[in-house]
């Protein structure tokens, strides 16, 4: 592939985006989190040994059959559901066959023609849908790794079950693919059917990507760029990758059906392999294995398992906590998340509003968190805890920002708000005898800020605030010292 350079500015992408249209189509492939491999007993956890998760079968040997998975169908059965797609009754494993060190047994068993899942969909924040095409079942294969002086090939991954999620070429910007991404990973967490850790590959994609000119109907030759295993890396290939194509065509040269490795370090794509030397893999349905057959009844005891999805919990806590929809798509975001604000509003005992909570949780609360590295499964703070602290807010016995002092000791103390908020004597002030005496010092003391204020003069106001509270060392209650500060400049003091 010749390395173009590539235009970077923001003009020069909207002006190329005026130009062309991308069309762009995912593959999501992600693997399930079942205890063992899909067609023999297995483990599929992940770094362990190199070769220990290993059987005959999975090493390729001749003379073992392969026993499907149950759990894995269960969960691909979730999975189908929770897009409202189709589950066909009666579904094949064929061998897709070609050679590589880390498929021994020289296929890779997975869906061809006859897929458990077609027709499911996905709504976009701005309201447009991607049509998912298929969902199939099928086995990872083993790793090939490679050293100095020689390779190495693990088989451990060998058999892992996947889902490749397809879906039609209907998204057409960087932001609408990963949002689409950023969906369908939140969903399987949702549904407990993978961990969607990117960094050890169970959750990665493949992005197809064509341009065609704006108002043209034909869709244009499109490449594909292999296993991208970040939402950031998928918005910058596939930005890459427009600008990279819109050159081309610019220059009257045309695209190259081809495979593509997306570098993250240099954020360019690079050939892998051209697509017309495409393997003919030789699909055929596999002999060792009978079709599956998913009846009714068992969709429909997988179907009342399934969990509040995020979109709906979204629209819920807007709707029963009045709170915005970007805090709510936040806290929607991870189902124990979800999970944990529930606890704390219900704990606040309704000295708080839902709204605070939300603030408190998507800000303080995550940004600790996350400096943490805190798992949900033993938060660095229990909702007990947090909601302690935010009724002692609510009712007014300390300020937000000795709310803030409060949470930081907490944790470096491990030590409950009450006792922090006793050993310190950090109680709000709400005695407006004693605000009163403190603001008038104030105004004793700038003489020039309180002339600037009656010249109506706003920020002067804010600075008098500012140095009550100063004194009073954060303690006096602001909404007090607010009043009592203009009853005193208003001359009703
Ligand atoms: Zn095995």
């Given at each position: 592939m010749s390395s173009t350079s590539v235009g970077q500015s923001d003009q020069s992408f909207k002006g190329l985006l005026a130009r062309y249209e991308p069309v762009i189509g995912l593959e999501i492939h992600c693997q399930l989190s079942t205890a063992s491999k899909l067609f023999c007993a297995c483990k599929t956890e992940f770094g362990s040994l190199p070769n220990q998760n290993t059987c005959p079968l999975c090493l390729g040997l001749p003379g073992v059959l392969p026993v499907i998975n149950k759990t894995a169908v269960d969960y691909a059965i979730r999975m189908a559901l929770a897009i409202g797609a189709t589950i066909r009754e009666k579904s094949v494993f064929a061998r897709k066959q070609y050679f590589y060190p880390d498929l021994p047994k020289g296929f890779q068993l997975t869906q061809y023609d006859l897929p458990y899942c077609e027709n499911g969909?996905?709504?976009?924040?701005?309201?447009?849908?991607?049509?998912?095409?298929?969902?199939?079942?099928?086995?990872?294969?083993?790793?090939?790794?490679?050293?100095?002086?020689?390779?190495?090939?693990?088989?451990?991954?060998?058999?892992?079950?996947?889902?490749?999620?397809?879906?039609?070429?209907?998204?057409?910007?960087?932001?609408?693919?990963?949002?689409?991404?950023?969906k369908i990973h939140a969903i399987v967490r949702y549904l407990g059917v993978s961990d969607g850790n990117m960094e050890e590959g169970s959750f990665r994609c493949d992005v197809n990507i064509s341009l065609r000119r704006r108002g043209v109907e034909k869709l244009g030759t499109r490449t594909e760029i292999k296993n991208v295993n970040s939402f950031k890396n998928v918005e910058r290939a596939i930005s890459y990758e427009i600008m990279r194509q819109a050159d081309l065509l610019d220059s009257g040269e045309s695209i190259r059906q081809a495979t593509l490795l997306f570098d993250a370090a240099t954020g360019r794509t690079s050939m892998m392999r051209s697509k017309e030397d495409a393997p003919d893999y030789r699909y055929f349905p596999e002999p060792d294995l009978g079709p599956l057959y998913i009846s009714s009844d068992r969709i429909k005891a997988i179907a009342a398992l399934i969990p509040e999805l995020p979109e709906a919990k979204k629209k819920r806590f807007q709707e029963a906590f009045g709170i915005p929809e970007a805090d709510a798509a936040q806290l929607t975001e991870e189902a124990a998340l979800a999970a944990f604000f529930e606890d704390v509003v219900l704990k606040v005992e309704s000295k708080v509003a839902p709204k605070i909570v939300a603030n408190?949780?998507?800000?303080?609360?995550?940004?600790?968190?996350?400096?943490?590295?805190?798992?949900?499964?033993?938060?660095?703070?229990?909702?007990?805890?947090?909601?302690?602290?935010?009724?002692?807010?609510?009712?007014?016995?300390?300020?937000?920002?000795?709310?803030?002092?409060?949470?930081?000791?907490?944790?470096?103390?491990?030590?409950?708000?009450?006792?922090?908020?006793?050993?310190?004597?950090?109680?709000?002030?709400?005695?407006?005898?004693?605000?009163?005496?403190?603001?008038?010092?104030?105004?004793?003391?700038?003489?020039?800020?309180?002339?600037?204020?009656?010249?109506?003069?706003?920020?002067?106001?804010?600075?008098?605030?500012?140095?009550?509270?100063?004194?009073?060392?954060?303690?006096?209650?602001?909404?007090?010292?607010?009043?009592?500060?203009?009853?005193?400049?208003?001359?009703?003091?």
């Open positions: 969909s996905m709504l976009l924040d701005n309201g447009r849908t991607v049509r998912i095409e298929r969902i199939h079942m099928e086995e990872d294969a083993g790793k090939n790794i490679h050293g100095d002086n020689a390779s190495y090939v693990d088989l451990n991954r060998a058999g892992v079950p996947l889902l490749e999620i397809v879906s039609a070429p209907d998204m057409h910007s960087q932001e609408e693919a990963v949002d689409y991404l950023k408190w949780i998507n800000t303080e609360f995550m940004r600790e968190f996350n400096n943490r590295q805190s798992s949900w499964q033993k938060p660095m703070l229990s909702s007990d805890a947090l909601a302690e602290l935010l009724r002692y807010l609510g009712d007014g016995t300390i300020s937000g920002k000795i709310a803030k002092t409060v949470f930081e000791e907490m944790l470096e103390k491990k030590a409950s708000a009450k006792s922090i908020i006793d050993a310190k004597g950090l109680v709000q002030i709400s005695d407006t005898g004693e605000i009163n005496k403190v603001v008038a010092d104030i105004i004793a003391q700038f003489p020039d800020q309180v002339a600037q204020h009656r010249d109506g003069k706003p920020k002067v106001f804010g600075f008098l605030v500012g140095q009550v509270l100063k004194v009073s060392q954060g303690k006096f209650n602001p909404a007090l010292v607010n009043q009592s500060l203009k009853d005193a400049l208003d001359g009703n003091a």
